[in-house]
C-alpha cells in the first residue's frame, strides 16, 4: 500500500477525533439534536474508515494486492464525500448536501468489497491462480 494512503489514513483519524472534540464541545449548544447526530455520524465512519485505511497498510506489508490499494482510496474517498458531506451539510444548513452523502456510502462499499477481493486472493486457489 502506498505509504501516502496509509499515512491519509493516519490524518483522517486526527482529523476525526478533532472534529469529535469540536461537536462535542463548540457545537452541543449550537446545533440541534439531530444535527449533531448527522455530524456525529460523519465522525464515527470517518473514524472507521481512517482504521480501515491503517489495517489495510498493515495486511498490504504481508499480502501485496492492488485491490487493497483500491479499497483504501475508495475509503478515502468515502471519507471526504460521505463526511464531508454530512459536515457541510450540519455546519451550512444546506440541506441538499444530504444527496451527496449515498455516493460515499457507494465509495465505503466498493471500497469493502474491493478489500474483500484483495484478501481473496490471498488464499490458495481464491482467486483462480
Known sequence: MSP????????????????????????????????????????????????????LAAIGARWASPWLDRAGWLFLVGIVI???????????????WGAVTPFGGVAFLAGWLAAAWGIIQQIPGGSGR
Do not use: K
Open 4 to 55: 501516502r494512503l496509509a499515512a491519509s489514513g493516519a490524518v483522517a483519524g486526527f482529523l476525526a477525533v478533532a472534529l469529535g472534540a469540536f461537536g462535542a464541545h463548540a457545537l452541543r449548544n449550537r446545533l440541534s439534536p439531530g444535527d449533531l447526530a448527522i455530524f456525529e455520524t460523519g465522525v464515527r465512519y470517518q473514524m472507521y474508515h481512517a482504521l480501515a485505511i491503517l489495517l
Open 82 to 96: 460521505f463526511s464531508g458531506s454530512l459536515y457541510t451539510l450540519v455546519l451550512t444548513g444546506t440541506r441538499a
